[in-house]
């Protein structure tokens, strides 16, 4: 049935009634606009004088006396002095505004959205952190979960990026399976898509998660501050390291934490293996390390995937050769094996003569083999010995002899490594959005962290010897070449390659080096695969 309309009188009544409550509500409005200034100082003035109330009881009485004189005195020397009632009106004034003013309400604990999220975690943990018979349960449902969350941080959209979750004494911290519940739990309710390190107090009983940032992929190949025998594989988390040092990045120069590869007679792992999936950034991460190397020595070049990445380094003062074939990196790493011998020999002989290291062998040499498995199908093909076979020397008896190799290769092509490579690299980089597994089978530790969604060229983890998992981005190194990247990057790396000799700017000493080896006229034949 249709609704009968109001009588007119009704409804132009009610308005009325509406408009002059809006108009009331308007100049309301506007009063309290004029009179705003009025009413703080208003508010003020009772504030003072409620202060001064308070203090005049909490004064005792026999100081009473006194105090009333000497406000008394004041008052007076004010009237005396010139524009004295004026200064003093303007002072009061202006204390009662100050004191009168309104004061933002400061937040103290989590907005309403924020506890939601704590209560559902808290309500998620439950199950695994609650047992029958416990007298005084952390976690039980419908509990406080204050309680059992020491502290907890939330970024701008309202997502946890830190949590401290005390967890009870009887919980088995000590079982990878139990805690990997945890932590898959907290990652999953926290938000997917970000990086989670869980750090596990056992002895507190306590869990501490924080969301990792992204590693900076501003960083670009410069000369990076660090003592011969450094190399800077790339960029970690600050807490990861110890030490930073300064770099330019187009935020101005800012201090960074580096992952540092210390190479040479000392070293504890004194040769670099870099797997990752293709397109990843292992032959960026060798470019890079050749630019280090050539600061303060040698480096031969031999290249599988024949695709030229390293034809800038041809002809620079230092570079020995960049081998793209099997024949010419054959005769290339024989050249380098038989330098490690002599170099071995030489120091041997100096040692029993009781004589200092010899100054022929005090360079450092660097031998990086980027894709040998390439190399070595196609040198099978030809007949020809796996280049690989070249390296054992240089691998097993390189560090005393500051002969240094570094490997890349493609994680599909893993198995193409020879056993001498595999047990020889203890230094180790995995490239790309690789599985926690295969991270874990290839660095021989599973990264502390939670694997990120999408990761960019030249991201993964590194590990040195037996030291923690690090996540890594290697500095942006590309081909000068490669009209694909980014101008400024090509620029950085043309500026670090040392000048040719025909250019006028070479170095006499890295030239005379590099005549120094004598090419092979024939590459080495098969000989039988190490056992
Ligand atoms: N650290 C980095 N920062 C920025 N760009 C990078 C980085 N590493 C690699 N890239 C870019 O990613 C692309 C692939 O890099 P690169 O050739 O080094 O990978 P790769 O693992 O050797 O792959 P492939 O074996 O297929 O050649 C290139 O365009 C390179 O410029």
Redesign the pocket.
Known sequence: MARRPLPRILTSGSAQIARSRELARTAADSATDVLHPLITVGRGLRKLAAMARSRWAATPKERRGPSLFFVAACVLVVALIPYGPLIALITVMAAAAWAGRVKAPVRTGPADAEIARLTALYEALVPYFSAEGDPAPLFAHGGEWSKAFGSYEFDDDGRLTRLRVSYPAWFTDSEAASRERIERLLHAKSGRGREYRFAWDEEGNQLLMSVLPALS?AIAAQPFVVSPGETVLGFTDPESVQRTVPVTSPNGVEQAPPVVWRTGPRSAEPHLLVL?D???????LLRSIALQALRHGDVLIVEG?G?G?FACFTGRPGVLGVECGAAGALSGLEWAAQETERRLIALNRARQAGLPVPEDTRRPLWILVD?PGALGHLAAADGHMDPQELLRVPLRHGRAAQVTVVV?E?LDAEQSLTETVRTHTRARVV?GPVPFERVEAVLGAAPGTTAADAV???RGYARLGTGEVLRI??????DPF?D??AEAHRQAVLGLLPGRPDEGDGNEDAAAAAEARPALAKPPVAVPAEG
């Open positions: 992929t990752g293709p397109g990843s950034g292992a032959t960026t995937g695709t990445e894709r890349a493609q490239l960019p060229p030249g981005q290697v500095p942006a190194t590309p490669d694909t990247s």
